[in-house]
């Protein structure tokens, strides 16, 4: 071969290798997010009986709403029991629950659900009701591919059994995907202490009882599962980090230092809560502990959402619980979605009670029943100064304030003897018991009101006279000794003034 020509042919070649290199540049690192809810139990946002409470669509909506804008793939799943609080909606709220399922639907929508699983709460207005809502759903042993962009490929598993999890896995990793989520229909304590599965994640999403989702978990082990904190109060992201598009991924074992600081922030921001919820405690103090509270709930999130290092040439994912707190920024639209069920929701209601409401039965022969405040008032005069300067007189005004006082879910909590023999059982009729008057906590008093005994009423101060209505969901941070010391006063469980009197039964007609 001529010089010059084998000079020319390598030159080529070096040409046609270096052009090779340029057209195989290594694969760029992509992030994904997935979204995901369980058990929100008919819930559109807290109650508000105590300041500072979790949750709420709206500011859930603008979590995953804001995330899209980021131009990065992101999946929002429900893993379901979302449209109902219970399998059986009795007649007269009927309305109501319907009215909540429609809106949780179209916020939902707003927020892009890819898909959802059906829970037995999904269905307590039937398989028609619910399906005629229009959402995406996953049938059970089904699983839904998702697009992670540039090939690589994530699967969402909804299963029933822990039997399902092997051939709908196989078929997922067939199918190309490279992480698998699996939506598990058991408790937590049953997944978690499952041998290693065969999916990357799994979530546990239905609780075994009331209280057993009252905090999100996670545990670390062969297969990392999780529990959500229920009715909306938390949501979990998983956040995937993608450098091989066919290597399985693995979960970031460099969170498990983040995991124990955010854990040790969560209860100095439960214990600022309480603080908060101290019963009439000065405007001022309450003002300076809401500011600290915001404060390290700040500092809660910016530590959750500092990026992680992530080990170079693997595909690698981490899972971040996000409690929905008052202060969080909510989506427009959302608001607007909540807004008009408050509104239409009272309308429904009142509406229903002046077509088919009935009163209260009367009390059984030899049984007490519901007299009202008034009937008290003759006996027990320095016994209602003390109440009247309570917040229990203003229970049934703090609704009205809010347009909230024909709403199903809040009324019986805010009257008394709701649902209860000579009570109050017609959101349309609650003069003279719009108010926690003396029967929400001494009990029904009508035999007490005709022979005046020790023996024939409550004395009011056990915790069960109160754990009605101050329970886990509405008071969070109830503490019997605390609260009862704010609603006691001279002639109501304390001594009157020394040279007081306690007035003489007046024997004018009873007031009822």
């Not at 905090?215 to 062969?222: D, E, F, I, P």
């Not at 999780?226 to 993608?242: N, P």
């Not at 009439?280 to 003002?287: C, D, I, T």
């Not at 069960?464 to 503490?479: M, Q, T």
Request: hydrophobic share 40%; with cysteine.
């Amino acid at each position: 071969m001529r010089p010059l020509l084998a000079i020319a042919l390598f030159g080529a070649l070096l040409g046609c290798a270096t052009r090779e290199k340029e057209v195989r540049p290594a694969p760029a690192v992509r992030h994904a997010r997935l979204f995901v809810t369980a058990e929100l139990k008919g819930y559109l946002g807290p109650c508000g009986c105590s300041e500072n409470m979790r949750g709420g669509i709206a500011r859930t909506a603008f979590q995953v709403v804001e995330a899209r804008k980021t131009g990065e793939p992101v999946f929002f799943i429900d893993s379901g029991d979302a449209l109902f609080g219970t399998t059986d909606v009795p007649a007269e709220a009927v309305p109501q629950q319907e009215r909540k399922a429609r809106a949780l639907a179209d916020a939902f929508k707003l927020m892009g659900l890819q898909s959802r699983a059906v829970g037995p709460l999904d269905d307590a207005r039937g398989p028609a009701f619910r399906t005629a809502l229009g959402l995406p759903e996953l049938p059970p042993s089904q699983l839904q591919l998702l697009d992670l962009g540039g090939g690589a490929k994530a699967a969402v598993i909804n299963a029933d059994s822990l039997d399902q999890l092997v051939p709908r896995a196989a078929a997922a990793r067939s199918a190309g995907a490279s992480f698998v989520l699996a939506l598990i229909q058991l408790p937590f304590d049953v997944v978690s202490k499952a041998a290693a599965l065969p999916v990357d994640f799994a979530i546990a999403t239905r609780s075994k009882d009331e209280f057993s989702s009252e905090a999100s978990k996670l545990v670390r082990g062969a297969t990392p599962v999780a529990q959500l904190q229920s009715k909306g109060r938390t949501l979990l992201t998983i956040e995937l980090t993608v450098n091989d598009n066919a290597a399985k991924f693995e979960l970031l074992r460099g969170a498990a230092d983040a995991e124990r600081e955010l854990a040790a922030l969560d209860q100095r921001i439960e214990l600022l809560r309480a603080q908060v919820n101290e019963p009439m405690l000065a405007e001022q103090l309450k003002a300076l502990r809401k500011a600290k509270l915001e404060e390290v709930i700040g500092r809660r999130e910016a530590l959750a959402a500092a990026p992680l290092p992530e080990p170079a040439g693997k595909n690698v994912f981490a899972v971040r619980f996000i409690p929905i707190e008052a202060n969080f920024p909510t989506l427009p639209a959302a608001v607007e979605l909540v807004t008009a069920y408050d509104r239409d929701v009272g309308q429904l209601n009142l509406q229903y009670a002046k077509e088919h409401g009935r009163d209260c039965p009367a009390p059984e022969k030899g049984k007490a029943g519901y007299v009202g405040n008034a009937a008290c008032l003759d006996c027990h005069e320095e016994a209602f100064e003390v109440w009247k300067a309570s917040k229990h007189a203003e229970a049934y005004p703090t609704l009205e304030k809010i347009g909230k006082n024909h709403h199903l879910d809040c009324i019986g909590c805010h009257v008394t003897g709701w649902q209860q023999p000579g009570g109050t059982c017609r959101i349309d009729r609650v003069t003279g018991r719009d108010h926690v008057g003396c029967e929400s906590c001494h009990g029904p008093g009508s035999l007490h009101v005709a022979d005046a005994s020790a023996h024939n009423i409550d004395k009011g101060n056990q915790p069960k006279a109160c754990l009605g209505c101050h329970d886990v969901e509405n008071s969070p941070h109830f503490v019997f000794e605390g609260y009862v010391a704010k609603i006691l006063g001279p002639g109501h469980g304390q001594p009157l003034p020394e040279g007081a009197s306690k007035p003489e039964p007046s024997k004018k007609p009873r007031r009822n």
